[in-house]
Structures are given as C-alpha cells and as structure tokens.
C-alpha cells in the first residue's frame, strides 16, 4: 500500500473517532505501520476536521521524522508499540469520557462481562501514570498491554491496538462501551460479580473463530459449532 494510501487511512481513522464520540478537539492520537522500520502518526496540535493527509507525520523508529508538522506528542508509546509486537498495525489513543472516568480513578476493567475478553486477557489493566509524552508513560504502557490489545493509562485515557485500523477503531468502540457498563454498575454495586478465569478462558478460546468463516466437508456441507 503507497503511503498516500495510509495517509488517508490515518485521516478517516482520525475523524471516524471524533465522529464516534471517543475523542474531541485535538486530543488523541493514532498511528498506522508503514513496514518494520517506519509509522505514520497523526501530528501534534491538529484537529481531525482539518488534517491533512500531508499533514500525517513519517516516523523512524529511532525518532526521526519527516514532514512539515511535529509528530504528536505521544510518539514515543506508538513506536515502542509497535517495535514490541507484530501482530500490531494500529495504534489508537484516546481520552474517551468513561475509559478517562475509570482511568482518574485509577481502575482498570475486571471481568464483569465476558465481552472484556475482546482486549484479549481476563481484564482490562490500568497502566500507572507518568507524564505524558514521556518514555516512562510509554513503559507503562506496553507493561499494561502485556498479553493484551488494550490497557487504560491512569489520570489521561485509554490505548487500543488493532491488526489494522479498522478492528483498532472497532475495539476502540467496544473499550468505551464496556467502560461506560461498568461506571454504571459502580454506582449501584462498588463491588460487583465477576467471570472467573475459567470461564474468561473459555471466552477467550471461543473468540479465536469468532467471525471467521467455517470450512465446508467434503460433501461441500458446513457445519455450526456447538
């Protein structure tokens, strides 16, 4: 794909999630890989509804850039990111209201729904706060991401990954979702029950196929899994 092909990727992804509710003015950011040694990252001070594709930056992974604008402040957990793990094309920051709501509480998302299996472990982890833009938050970060596709950074938001864009944006959606079930539970019930790992387990081997097509037999019949 040429890069003007992801500069626009990035911009759609941008303003997908202004449109979406989970980020507002110019808070936020994202990043898509360009191949193992490079990233686009959205830059620093722009809104979505004026960005640009030239406006997206080019990032090295030893922090060099090219373009007009500053890389966003948060580079640094979006190159650590996406240096650590391969199965990552995207990379989505947000301050999303009920994520940043349980994040300054310093909560992460324990199992009570078993659709938090989504961010790929029994829970959703709350990263400790550090300031931002600084090397220290981007360890934090990929502590909490540990086994996971998504974590909460304390007193600042939330970080989702994603094969590509799309399922980064798609769990972005679900993270924010899941957020708000839980705040609500919070105020009837401070401790509320949970899935046990068990069953989070069974969860988790379920959402291997799921959404995936099923193979046909010999016969050309396919068959539903129990």
Not at 49 to 54: E, Q, S, T, V, Y
Not at 91 to 106: D, E, K, N
Request: glycine share 8%; proline share 5%; with cysteine.
């Amino acid at each position: 794909m040429t890069i003007l092909a992801l500069r626009n990727q990035l911009v759609d992804l941008s303003t997908a999630l202004v449109r979406k509710g989970l980020n507002r003015g110019t808070a936020g950011n994202a990043s898509i890989r360009v191949d193992d040694d490079s990233f686009l990252v959205t830059p620093s001070g722009v809104e979505p509804h004026a960005m640009k594709p030239a406006d997206t930056v080019v990032m090295e992974m030893d922090g060099r850039f090219r373009g007009e604008r500053a890389p966003s402040s948060e580079w640094r957990f979006h190159r650590d990111i996406l240096q650590a793990r391969e199965d990552v094309g995207c990379v989505i920051h947000t301050h999303a209201p009920f994520c940043t709501t349980l994040a300054c509480l310093g909560r992460g998302i324990p199992s009570f729904h078993y659709m938090v299996a989504a961010a790929g472990g029994h829970d959703v982890r709350c990263a400790p706060y550090a300031t931002f833009g600084t090397q220290v938050l981007s360890d934090h970060a990929l502590e909490a991401l540990d086994g996971r596709r998504a974590c909460l950074l304390a007193h600042h938001g939330m970080i989702v990954t994603g094969e590509t864009w799309q399922k980064a944006l798609k769990l972005a959606v679900e993270l924010e979702e899941l957020a708000e079930q839980y705040w609500r539970i919070l105020q009837v019930e401070p401790n509320p029950p949970l899935l046990d790992a068990a069953e989070m387990d069974r969860v988790l081997e379920k959402f291997k196929t799921y959404g995936r097509p099923i193979e046909a037999d010999e016969d050309g019949q396919r068959t539903a899994a129990e």
